[in-house]
């Protein structure tokens, strides 16, 4: 069975810091991209954050850049994204997805073949 699994997930004060986890079970990461998704009650499905299958490289969307940083430990078949500096507008269900691919490059489509259940982060004071 293929499973991706995320966990970290929670009520955190603005400012503040989560470290989401996604965690591969019935198959290896290796070779996949791993994305970051996330979606707001009322809104699209929106691309986060993505890392190739080499970890050589990533993309972010411009709302999150220079506070979220993805991560890869291929050694626990798992892909961490950390959110520092969150804000209310981060409020939303986070989804890893894989897909296998051999390019270089990542991109935050919703292409993706594999996908977790989601966790909730709630940026509330």
């Known amino acids: 069975q293929l499973q991706l699994v995320e966990s970290g997930g929670g009520l955190v004060q603005p400012g503040g810091s989560l470290r989401l986890s996604c965690a591969a079970s019935?198959?290896?990461?290796?070779?996949?991209?791993i994305g970051w998704f996330r979606q707001a009650p009322g809104k699209e499905r929106e691309g986060v954050s993505c890392?190739?299958?080499?970890?050589?490289?990533?993309n972010y969307a411009d709302s999150v850049k220079g506070r979220f940083t993805i991560s890869r430990d291929s050694a626990k078949n798992t892909v961490y994204l950390q959110m520092n500096s969150l804000k209310p507008e981060d409020t939303a269900v986070y989804y890893c997805?894989?897909?296998?691919?051999?390019?270089?490059?990542?991109?935050?489509?919703?292409?993706?073949?594999?996908w977790g259940q989601g966790t909730q982060v709630t940026v509330s004071s």
């Open positions: 997805a894989a897909k296998r691919s051999p390019f270089g490059l990542c991109a935050l489509l919703t292409d993706y073949d594999y």
């Open positions: 019935g198959f290896t990461l290796d070779y996949h991209h």
């Open positions: 890392i190739t299958w080499n970890s050589r490289s990533a």
